[in-house]
């Protein structure tokens, strides 16, 4: 591309670099190893009151790696999924299974046993780390798996002295939180970090740019969920360009983040945990945030600077009591991103924070940061931003022709960012990715001649709930293998709480059949974003000529019974 054909270049701000270097480090642990020497004595993770410096961190994943190559003898390359939400042990891990030369699998703890063995197979993972309270659900797809060994945590086991038993004590018996299950030859996480120790030989393997950091998981374009294969120069190039843009705006070792969404997604994963620990910043780890009144009291003694987070959730802090009187007085950065932002909430949090709302995009496929607004933007624009340094974008029609500045077409990300393609699914990557590295990321936009993109429509079908892709095929499926469904369509529909959610439009088999006994099938086998919030029954849906069902025609239905 010419200097011509980068607008974006000319709205860039005062000193802004086009370019990063991606191969800066060789790998993350390069960057966690410089971070660790340089912040080794500063707050890393909060949580329950008990902090890790940068230096625990370095220490005890170590030692997890050291487990994980010396006791379990996992080789250069192998998987490892981690299936919990924001914990201490979460960040240990990550560290402790790139540092070993292994492979990231982040799974998401509310995954059914129908989702869960689909990932576990399909990566291949040869030994998962679990929260007990969802132990149950591993152990029912453990014998379909090639799942070597189970290592079991609990909520508050980092968590030292009195305060840490009575947090598990309250989970298991009070809350009852922790489902029964027979993983009678589990490891225990703190047992592991022990028998790690106590390998005084480790060191930790070398690591190229090219060798996958993460199977992140992702819908891609359509279906069932593909391991979006990042590596370790993805995930590099994206931090840098993050923490280039944010610029001096951050000040090493002085940065407290508010870690809301879990780290098991690819958005917090990046811009919260990876994209600080490079300036030595303090992540407070909120471990429900769906809990507004309790992420509130989480939040109140902190003068946090930074916070994260999708639409919803701003949204739902602003509507929660107690919000508006929290100190602001250092908060100088908000960042959305996962869903749109709405403009009703931009400006909301801008009268309640005195801070803009920044949107940002991007996508699992590209690690996950494509574009941002300038940090010194002073209001909420309705634009998605700017592409990043090193990152090109085009906007193409149907012919696959770039279209003019300000015309609606496929909005294609090129950077070294852009993931190395799908995990063992070499047709679906050719679909997305060309030979000369553009991603199509399915939503359609225009660019200004300002270069500020604006996300028009999703050419795909996905539904976004609360920044979480839902596919409608994956839905179908499940609902379609119920005896009492002759046919189902899933659409995406307007909703205040999570900007979207499921509705169901099903053609019955079984006249009997109700909404009732969906709403429990589908309960057994999605995960609870996945599940329809709406169902409709019909006696015929419409379709193409050739049988295709029209999902556009039962959303603008939708849309006129709604008006």
Not at 263 to 271: P, V
């Amino acid at each position: 591309m010419s200097e011509t054909e980068r607008p974006w270049l000319a709205s860039y701000p005062p000193g802004m670099p086009a370019q990063i270097d991606p191969d800066r480090y060789a790998s993350i642990p390069a960057v966690l190893e410089e971070a660790c020497a340089t912040f080794r004595d500063k707050p890393a993770f909060t949580q329950f009151g008990h902090t890790f410096s940068y230096g625990d961190i370095d220490r005890l994943s170590r030692d997890f790696a050291a487990y994980l190559t010396g006791t379990l003898k996992l080789q250069r390359g192998d998987r490892v999924a981690l299936m919990m939400p924001n914990l201490h042990q979460y960040p240990i891990a990550i560290f402790g299974v790139l540092r070993a030369g292994l492979v990231v699998v982040n799974t998401n703890p509310l995954y059914t046993a129908r989702e869960l063995k689909h990932q576990l197979r399909d990566s291949g993972a040869k030994a998962i780390l679990v929260v007990e309270n969802f132990a149950d659900t591993v152990e029912k797809v453990l014998p379909e798996t090639d799942i070597r060994q189970v290592i079991l945590t609990t909520v508050a086991e980092m968590v030292p002295g009195i305060k840490g038993r009575i947090v598990d004590f309250v989970v298991k018996y009070v809350k009852k939180m922790v489902p029964r299950h027979g993983l009678r030859d589990a490891h225990r996480f703190g047992h592991a970090l022990k028998l790690g120790a106590a390998i005084g030989a480790y060191a930790d393997p070398p690591i190229v740019g090219q060798d996958i950091a993460f199977l992140q998981y992702t819908g891609g374009t359509t279906g069932l969920a593909k391991g979006a294969m990042l590596t370790h120069r993805n995930m590099v190039a994206n931090m840098l360009q993050v923490k280039t843009w944010i610029g001096e705006k951050c000040k090493p070792g002085k940065e407290i983040i508010v870690t809301a969404l879990p780290l098991y997604h690819i958005f917090a994963l990046t811009a919260n945990c990876l994209v600080f620990m490079q300036i030595g910043g303090r992540n407070l780890l909120i471990l429900n945030p769906r809990d507004m009144k309790g992420f509130v009291k989480e939040l109140k003694p902190w003068r946090f600077t930074v916070i994260t987070g999708v639409n919803t959730l701003f949204n739902g802090l602003l509507n929660t009591e107690g919000f508006d009187q929290l100190d602001f007085s250092q908060v100088h950065l908000s960042l959305g991103g996962g869903m749109a932002v709405q403009r009703a909430v931009a400006e909301r949090w801008k009268k309640t924070t005195g801070v803009t709302l920044l949107e940002a995009y991007g996508l699992t496929e590209t690690a996950p940061a494509a574009c941002i607004n300038p940090m010194g933007l002073p209001d909420y624009n309705g634009s998605i931003g700017l592409p990043i340094c090193s990152t090109e974008a085009r906007v193409l029609g149907e012919d696959g022709q770039v279209v003019p500045l300000g015309e609606v077409g496929e909005l294609c990300i090129r950077g070294p960012q852009v993931m190395k393609g799908y995990w063992q699914r070499q047709e679906e990557t050719d679909k997305v990715l060309s030979a000369d590295g553009w991603l199509r990321t399915g939503d359609m936009a225009r660019m200004e001649p300002s270069g500020f993109v604006f996300i028009v429509d999703r050419k795909k079908d996905m539904i976004l709930v609360s920044g979480f892709n839902v596919y409608p095929n994956e839905i179908e499926d499940v609902v379609a293998a119920h005896p009492g469904v002759l046919e189902v369509a899933a659409i995406g529909v307007p909703d205040e709480r999570s900007g979207e959610a499921v509705k169901l439009v099903v053609v019955r088999k079984d006249p009997n059949l109700s909404a009732k006994d969906l709403q429990a099938y589908c309960k057994e086998n999605l995960t609870n974003y996945k599940r329809p919030r709406e169902i409709e029954f019909r006696d015929a849906l419409p379709k193409t000529n050739v049988g295709k069902i029209l999902r556009r025609e039962l959303r603008d239905g939708h849309v006129k019974q709604a008006a």
